[in-house]
């Protein structure tokens, strides 16, 4: 999904950082003295930061030449100087917003008078970068079909393998206000090319197309690699610096956008602007774009669980309600019964009510789930059971009137669900101990749903199964989304990651009720999986693993094998299944089926987890 990232502060706390790093028009008057008779150049205009010294200024008479002509979205072109300055922190090259379709054509020299400002994508508070820019232009063609400046080749070589400076602590951590170091910092790098023509050779996919005709590809591609193709983020400091997003400036109702999967390549020369917005930083809008030889990607299958294993996995069904076309049950059936073996539990997120946005009170699931179970069955798998715990109406966030939450199916013939006394939405399920063993007090249950933890959030769902005579507990999560962290490429550096705040919370109320059972019984078979929204290194994470009640499963993997969703080209792990530690010796799998793919049933991929309890 996408998300501008907002950031949420203060009025005067955005006004100050604005002011503090000159986002704000007037305050660059102590640039005021910079200018002289000489004419402004594009370099002059871009200056040394990441702010123009002529922020909120008049310009007369700039001269570029046209390299790239946008008619869709931000409406406008680039023109750059062909007479380079000997500095590498200021850019040739500058964005001319003309909010109309642009009458110039590429080659053509320019002259343009207009207001140098900073547009942010997004918004202030998202905390983007901005886009240096001539809003209002008047534009004057002194002639037409001249060559294009050299485009600057962007390869391994030329990107930094440091990403990005330490943010001023006098300016709320931003970086704007810094001098740019293109040879030390990859976003210094990229900023320093701002709005100039740029290039990049055959290149590694690592971002499939999306629904709006994107892709990312990575020009370093050694870097932190992935078994299937594509880069793993596997910390806060990995933020693969060789990562780029492509887009073409012709509309695509003139020329289709390739479709690509992680793996494919990109060949030959892809060229044009590089430009930033608000959905993944700099981007290269390809005037000339390459051509995408596709690899040999498959959606993986996992192992069949033998007899005595018992298969618990975890599946984010993205949104499904009755009103999805049959295709998109029937994909989801066949995943589950071919690529994911059967499990004998399975957890689904994002199960919406039985008329999915529709926004009337509605909170059962019933017609959601027979659709699906129905549809499992037709595709060769069990009759599954299901058990959950309808929410409450507009409680749990998600899409509005939608009422996601989270479901168990179970195969009857494998596994059986122990019943006790069902909780509803506000109910929370405690623990106790009979016959020294410890016990659910509701199943299906929900974990302490008025912590205010949950406010706005799925609660989690817990159930106690049994697989030849033993009890196994399964706690289902849905922690809150990232929505509200502001991107790798802010201005902030480090970002600000606001979202996990919630989810810390959330995780110590799981580990909390985690630690409970164990204490009634310190041997307890006990699963925690789910959509986590966060890392295996997060504080999230480690919260739920906190004073060893629980191993986050997916480390056992090689580290190239450790994802579940692929964000801006990074694949990275937001999907997960923790262990109690009776649970020694098991077999995990991240089954790679939607995440690295243009077609996709969900957006994340499934976790499988085996084991003999």
Request: glycine share 10%; charged share 20%.
């Given at each position: 999904?996408?998300?501008?990232?907002?950031?949420?502060?203060?009025?005067?706390?955005?006004?100050?950082?604005?002011?503090?790093?000159?986002?704000?028009?007037?305050?660059?008057?102590?640039?005021?003295?910079?200018?002289?008779?000489?004419?402004?150049?594009?370099?002059?205009?871009?200056?040394?930061?990441?702010?123009?010294?002529?922020?909120?200024?008049?310009?007369?008479?700039?001269?570029?030449?046209?390299?790239?002509?946008?008619?869709?979205?931000?409406?406008?072109?680039?023109?750059?100087?062909?007479?380079?300055?000997?500095?590498?922190?200021?850019?040739?090259?500058?964005?001319?917003?003309?909010?109309?379709?642009?009458?110039?054509?590429?080659?053509?020299?320019?002259?343009?008078?207009?207001?140098?400002?900073?547009?942010?994508?997004?918004?202030?508070?998202?905390?983007?970068?901005?886009?240096?820019?001539?809003?209002?232009?008047?534009?004057?063609?002194?002639?037409?079909?001249?060559?294009?400046?050299?485009?600057?080749?962007?390869?391994?070589?030329?990107?930094?393998?440091?990403?990005?400076?330490?943010?001023?602590?006098?300016?709320?951590?931003?970086?704007?206000?810094?001098?740019?170091?293109?040879?030390?910092?990859?976003?210094?790098?990229?900023?320093?090319?701002?709005?100039?023509?740029?290039?990049?050779?055959?290149?590694?996919?690592?971002?499939?197309?999306?629904?709006?005709?994107?892709?990312?590809?990575?020009?370093?591609?050694?870097?932190?690699?992935?078994?299937?193709?594509?880069?793993?983020?596997g910390s806060y400091e990995s933020q693969n610096t060789g990562r780029l997003q492509i887009q073409q400036l012709a509309p695509v109702?003139?020329?289709?956008?390739?479709?690509?999967?992680?793996?494919?390549?990109?060949?030959?020369?892809?060229?044009?602007?590089?430009?930033?917005?608000?959905?993944?930083?700099?981007?290269?809008?390809?005037?000339?774009?390459?051509?995408?030889?596709?690899?040999?990607?498959?959606?993986?299958?996992?192992?069949?669980?033998?007899?005595?294993?018992?298969?618990?996995?975890?599946?984010?069904?993205?949104?499904?309600?009755?009103?999805?076309?049959?295709?998109?049950?029937?994909?989801?059936?066949?995943?589950?019964?071919?690529?994911?073996?059967?499990?004998?539990?399975?957890?689904?997120?994002?199960?919406?009510?039985?008329?999915?946005?529709?926004?009337?009170?509605?909170?059962?699931?019933?017609?959601?789930?027979?659709?699906?179970?129905?549809?499992?069955?037709?595709?060769?798998?069990?009759?599954?059971?299901?058990?959950?715990?309808?929410?409450?109406?507009?409680?749990?966030?998600?899409?509005?009137?939608?009422?996601?939450?989270?479901?168990?199916?179970?195969?009857?013939?494998?596994?059986?669900?122990?019943e006790r006394a069902p909780g509803d939405a506000v109910t929370a399920t405690g623990v106790v101990k009979e016959n020294g063993k410890?016990?659910?007090?509701?199943?299906?249950?929900?974990?302490?749903?008025?912590?205010?933890?949950?406010?706005?959030?799925?609660?989690?769902?817990?159930?106690?199964?049994?697989?030849?005579?033993?009890?196994?507990?399964?706690?289902?999560?849905?922690?809150?989304?990232?929505?509200?962290?502001?991107?790798?490429?802010?201005h902030h550096q480090p970002p600000v990651r606001s979202s996990e705040a919630k989810r810390l919370l959330q995780a110590q109320a799981?580990?909390?009720?985690?630690?409970?059972?164990?204490?009634?019984?310190?041997?307890?078979?006990?699963?925690?999986?789910?959509?986590?929204?966060?890392?295996?290194?997060?504080?999230?994470?480690?919260?739920?693993?906190?004073?060893?009640?629980?191993?986050?499963?997916?480390?056992?993997?090689?580290?190239?094998?450790?994802?579940?969703?692929?964000?801006?080209?990074?694949?990275?792990?937001?999907?997960?299944?923790?262990?109690?530690?009776?649970?020694?010796?098991?077999?995990?799998?991240?089954?790679?089926?939607?995440?690295?793919?243009?077609?996709?049933?969900?957006?994340?991929?499934?976790?499988?987890?085996?084991?003999?309890?």
């Open positions: 999904m996408r998300s501008s990232h907002p950031r949420s502060a203060a009025v005067a706390a955005l006004v100050a950082t604005a002011l503090a790093t000159g986002l704000l028009a007037g305050s660059a008057d102590a640039a005021e003295g910079a200018v002289s008779a000489d004419p402004i150049r594009i370099h002059d205009i871009q200056g040394t930061t990441r702010i123009s010294p002529l922020n909120g200024k008049q310009v007369t008479d700039v001269e570029g030449i046209v390299t790239g002509v946008r008619t869709y979205g931000s409406r406008g072109f680039w023109i750059q100087d062909p007479d380079a300055d000997d500095n590498d922190a200021t850019s040739e090259g500058v964005f001319v917003f003309t909010s109309s379709a642009p009458t110039v054509a590429v080659g053509d020299a320019v002259k343009v008078s207009g207001t140098v400002g900073e547009y942010v994508p997004g918004g202030l508070t998202s905390g983007n970068q901005s886009v240096t820019q001539i809003s209002k232009p008047t534009v004057t063609v002194v002639s037409s079909g001249n060559a294009l400046p050299e485009a600057t080749a962007i390869n391994e070589y030329s990107v930094p393998a440091e990403y990005a400076p330490a943010g001023d602590p006098a300016a709320a951590g931003s970086i704007n206000g810094l001098t740019l170091e293109p040879a030390r910092y990859a976003l210094d790098y990229y900023e320093s090319l701002e709005g100039m023509n740029v290039k990049i050779g055959t290149s590694r996919v690592v971002g499939a197309t999306d629904p709006y005709s994107e892709l990312w590809v990575t020009v370093k591609g050694w870097e932190n690699t992935a078994k299937r193709g594509g880069t793993i983020y109702a003139q020329q289709p956008f390739p479709v690509a999967n992680v793996g494919d390549k990109l060949t030959g020369t892809t060229e044009g602007p590089l430009d930033f917005n608000q959905f993944g930083g700099y981007t290269l809008v390809a005037r000339t774009l390459g051509t995408v030889k596709a690899g040999t990607l498959a959606p993986e299958k996992t192992k069949p669980q033998v007899e005595q294993e018992l298969a618990v996995a975890t599946y984010n069904v993205e949104n499904l309600d009755p009103t999805d076309p049959q295709e998109k049950f029937d994909a989801l059936a066949k995943a589950v019964v071919e690529n994911l073996a059967a499990p004998d539990i399975l957890a689904l997120e994002e199960i919406q009510d039985d008329n999915g946005a529709k926004n009337d009170g509605t909170v059962s699931a019933e017609q959601t789930l027979t659709k699906f179970t129905a549809a499992i069955t037709a595709a060769g798998g069990p009759a599954y059971q299901w058990r959950t715990v309808n929410p409450e109406d507009k409680k749990d966030g998600g899409e509005p009137g939608g009422n996601i939450r989270q479901v168990f199916l179970f195969n009857p013939a494998r596994v059986s669900f122990t410890a016990a659910l007090t509701h199943s299906p249950g929900r974990v302490d749903p008025a912590n205010p933890a949950w406010a706005d959030s799925r609660k989690p769902l817990a159930g106690e199964f049994v697989f030849r005579g033993k009890t196994v507990f399964v706690i289902a999560n849905h922690f809150g989304s990232k929505g509200g962290d502001e991107g790798l490429t802010s799981v580990n909390g009720f985690v630690k409970e059972i164990l204490a009634a019984d310190k041997n307890a078979n006990v699963l925690v999986l789910g959509d986590i929204n966060d890392f295996e290194f997060s504080a999230t994470t480690d919260a739920l693993a906190d004073g060893g009640a629980l191993y986050p499963a997916i480390k056992s993997l090689p580290k190239a094998e450790r994802y579940s969703y692929v964000y801006q080209g990074n694949a990275q792990v937001l999907d997960q299944i923790l262990t109690s530690p009776a649970i020694k010796k098991f077999t995990y799998d991240s089954v790679h089926i939607n995440a690295e793919f243009a077609a996709q049933n969900s957006d994340h991929d499934p976790q499988v987890l085996r084991f003999r309890p």
